[in-house]
RNA sequence: CGGCGAUUAGCGCAGUUUGGUAGCGCACUUGGUUUGGGUCCAAGGGGUCGCAGGUUCAAAUCCUGCAUCGCCGACCA
């Protein structure tokens, strides 16, 4: 490709709205324009990566035997409410109708409608295990889109779904999945953690995310520093304090404090916070005949609510309930002390004696507080978010937190859809089996900002080869006055071309240092320069965007040097 | 959904307090100059100042409503 008849629209200025690095540099590159919130078009260079990402993809699906489909972006929503989901799932799905006034909608996912194939399409188990996959467009309607292509509304995601009579079948498309996704992140060349992951909305039993690390990533990682182990802060296990509870040596002591922060108000009673215990009110579920259970962790750890909604006596969804509301009492006032419903305390905070905590009273703590003897434990859980130095639940090492950016999820399923949605063959038995289901999603635009996260210097984007929109480029320097320049340029061209080499000539007639900074910024993997300077020898320059060093190369050298390089 | 802020040329911004001819830098076009790291000079094109209504002789500027975008929070794969 000439760079004259290319559309290569950089931008020296950042964009105002782009925060991460990612986005600045998608942006000021020319991979993506925004259309809208969450909306983005991709650009030519743009769209040479994410078709890189997807090669990838599509190769390593291929490998493991998954078949290649493609599923309408608009569903009915008939099958939605068969599987139950038209009604489960909140604005994030955007609902339309037709002009029938029937009703559809955008696909945040495909489970309904692969669900609805396999019914029709797979009736023996002869034609089992089945895995399926497509490269779409989702749309899901997020809250706060941001970070450009990194959390946009619509994306392009790869979604496999796989078809078992059994749990082991099951497990081993997981297993091979799990290790496609592996190969997957290793060529796209990302530093990327494999996690023990919470199933979230759409159910089911085991799962792993697979993230990026990344600052500007979204969701925190716990690994330990002594295991392979690593799971997403949601899931990862606190482990309960060892030794005994120390016995009570203080009595319970009332105080009145002023504001409503907690940091302030513990200063005064000259209490540190991993000597006090705050409570959250959250609805409680059927199994529980009071209205509300109280949620007690120590002061200076974070409430984990999706440990909380595992609780048998918490109601699903979590409902964190604002007790001035209900009771006219500020929340930092809650108080163990004398509360009626259940009581679930962490295992941290249980293990506290002589703590302070609310009175339950506006305006009022308490100090010198005890359990059993001042307020009672209905039972010592788990519902705090883990943190740095936590030993890891593995029981190797101590836990580390780093932020990641999920770029894949596998989920086993289970039967929920199947069941839902009457998925089933005859067995060898002639018997009418439910099939059990794992679905496998990897965020393909999402990759190519998490690439960038971790391949940028101050100069711009710096690609690995497996991912970069030309694999080289060719820069002349004032090709407009040399004839020498030209010929080579010109010659160097063909030979790459010839031999399968993306390449890129920039045959624009501008400044060497316009043409140098353009091409660093797009983070083309190898640079060779042709000027006067070095053709008298026979000589042109060749520089790697990484590296940086600039080694001269006899110019019949340079298509096995690039070759090499690439390889 | 709640709080805050923004909206003026393709991009980044000034001008709004105190109403009176629409500005700057980058980008773009033309000519010249320069040529191994975003040259320099000159000339030029491009705007219903987010939309609608109101006040006024006169509104980018004051008032009202709406829309869009962003940040923080809550929520959510």
Redesign the pocket.
């Known amino acids: 490709m000439r760079s004259s008849q290319y559309l290569l629209s ?4 950042t ?3 782009a ?1 991460v690095v990612s986005h600045q540099l998608m942006l000021r590159a020319g991979m993506i324009r925004k259309v ?2 969450g909306l983005y078009t991709w650009t030519p260079s743009g769209l040479r990566v994410l078709r890189k990402v997807e090669k990838v993809v599509r190769e390593e699906m291929q490998s493991i035997d998954a078949l290649e489909i493609l599923m309408p972006m608009v569903q009915p929503a008939d099958l939605w409410q068969e599987s139950g989901r038209w009604d489960d799932y ?1 604005p ?1 799905l955007l609902r339309l109708k037709d002009r029938h006034q029937r009703d559809f909608l955008l696909g ?1 996912t495909h489970e309904e409608i692969i669900s609805e194939l396999v019914r029709k399409e797979v009736s023996s188990y002869k034609q089992l295990p089945l895995t399926l996959f497509q490269i779409q467009t989702k749309f899901r309607d ?5 970070f450009g292509v990194m ?1 946009a509304r619509e994306f392009v995601m790869k979604d496999a779904y796989s078809f078992h009579l059994t749990q082991e079948s099951l497990q081993q498309s997981y297993d091979q999945m799990y290790a496609a996704y592996c190969r997957i992140f290793e060529r796209l060349g990302l530093d990327y953690r494999p996690v023990i992951a919470d199933t ?3 159910g089911g039993n085991s799962s792993h995310e697979f993230h990026v690390l990344a600052s500007s990533g ?2 925190d990682i716990a690994f330990s520093d002594g295991s392979d182990y690593a799971a997403n802060v949601e899931m990862a296990e606190a482990l309960p304090p060892k030794g005994e509870r120390a016995t009570p040596a203080m009595d319970k002591q009332e105080h009145q404090v002023k504001g409503d922060e907690l940091a302030a108000l513990l200063q005064p009673l000259s209490v540190e916070a991993q000597q006090a215990v705050k409570c959250f009110l959250v609805e409680a579920s059927d199994s529980v005949e009071a209205e509300y259970v109280l949620l007690v962790v120590r002061a200076d750890h974070e409430l984990n ?1 999706v440990k909380a909604e595992k609780l048998e006596q918490v109601a699903s ?2 409902n ?1 309930v604002d007790s001035y509301t209900t009771h006219e009492l500020h929340n930092v006032f809650l108080s163990p002390v004398d509360f009626s419903g259940p009581i679930m305390v962490d295992h941290a905070a249980a293990q506290l004696s002589d703590f302070a905590c609310g009175a339950g009273r506006n305006g009022v703590w308490f100090t010198g507080v005890n359990w059993q003897r001042d307020a009672k434990i209905t039972e010592a859980v788990d519902i705090r978010n883990v943190i740095e130095g936590d030993p890891s639940p593995c029981g190797q090492g101590y836990l580390k937190i780093a932020r990641g950016i ?1 770029v894949g ?1 596998i989920f086993q399923l289970g039967k929920k859809y199947s069941n839902a949605m009457k998925v089933g063959v005859l067995s060898e038995t002639g018997k009418h089996e439910t099939l059990t289901m794992g679905c496998y999603g990897i965020g393909v635009s999402r990759i190519v900002a998490a690439a960038i996260e971790q391949h940028h210097d101050d ?1 711009g984007i710096c690609w690995p080869d497996n991912l970069a929109p030309f694999q080289a480029v060719i820069i002349p ?2 090709m ?2 040399s004839a020498r320049v030209q010929e080579t340029a010109e010659k160097l061209y063909q030979q790459l071309k010839d031999q399968g080499v993306e390449v890129l000539f920039d045959d624009r007639k501008e ?4 043409m ?3 091409m ?2 797009v983070g083309i993997p190898h640079q060779i ?1 042709v ?4 053709l008298d020898e026979g000589m042109v ?1 060749y520089q790697a965007r990484k590296a940086g060093d ?1 080694v001269k190369l006899k110019i019949e050298q340079v298509a096995s040097h690039i070759k090499d390089a690439l390889s």
């Open positions: 950089t931008l020296k200025e964009p105002s709205d925060e809208a919130a909140g994030e945040p997020e809250i706060r889109p941001r959390r979230g909305s759409i979204e969701d609510s969804p979590f964190l999920e999820h100069r320097m004032n407009h006055k400044r060497p240092g316009v140098f900074s353009d660093e910024l320069v000027g006067e300077r070095n320059e600039k």
